[in-house]
């Protein structure tokens, strides 16, 4: 597995990423309702390319195809992290996060779904406040999360 920084050219391939990851690897803890707002499969190129730009953003790669990718921000803030549904428990979030962490100088800040806070309580962040994020009228719970350095 190579991880490497983000390219413009990744960009579709993220958003179908994530779109399947959000839609089978979220699905045991979301409603179709919830996953159908959080992930509408007609994501914006350009505000997704702008965002991963403005941000420290990193993909791995296996085989020639990007299997996971995640993002943080110059404060700290870890945006997000998705690995294909096909390849998930092999180490690959683990290897994004390590080197997202390494990038940030202070704590660390994260949401993460109901799916992802068991990992991020692993690395050591604690729960500060469970919240509902709202998208298109339907709610979804999330965690603020923090682990300090």
């Known amino acids: 597995?190579?991880?490497?920084?983000?390219?413009?050219?990744?960009?579709?391939?993220?958003?179908?990423?994530?779109?399947?990851?959000?839609?089978?690897?979220?699905?045991?803890?979301?409603?179709?309702?919830?996953?159908?707002?959080?992930?509408?499969?007609?994501?914006?190129?350009?505000?997704?390319?702008?965002?991963?730009?403005?941000?420290?953003?990193?993909?791995?790669?296996?085989?020639?195809?990007?299997?996971?990718?995640g993002d943080i921000d110059k404060t700290g803030y870890l945006d997000r992290l998705y690995v294909h549904s096909d390849h998930q428990g092999k180490g690959i979030a683990t290897a994004i996060c390590d080197q997202l962490e390494q990038y940030a100088k202070g704590d660390i800040t994260t949401h993460a779904s109901i799916t992802a806070k068991p990992f991020f309580e692993k690395r050591g962040y604690k729960v500060l406040k469970e919240q509902q994020v709202e998208r298109q009228g339907v709610f979804l719970t999330n965690f603020r999360m923090k682990k300090s350095r």
């Open 1 to 69: 597995m190579l991880i490497r920084e983000y390219r413009m050219s990744d960009c579709k391939e993220i958003t179908e990423l994530f779109y399947n990851t959000v839609h089978t690897v979220n699905a045991r803890d979301y409603t179709k309702e919830q996953l159908d707002v959080w992930a509408t499969g007609n994501e914006d190129l350009e505000k997704w390319n702008s965002s991963l730009k403005e941000h420290y953003s990193i993909v791995a790669v296996e085989n020639d195809v990007i299997v996971g990718f």
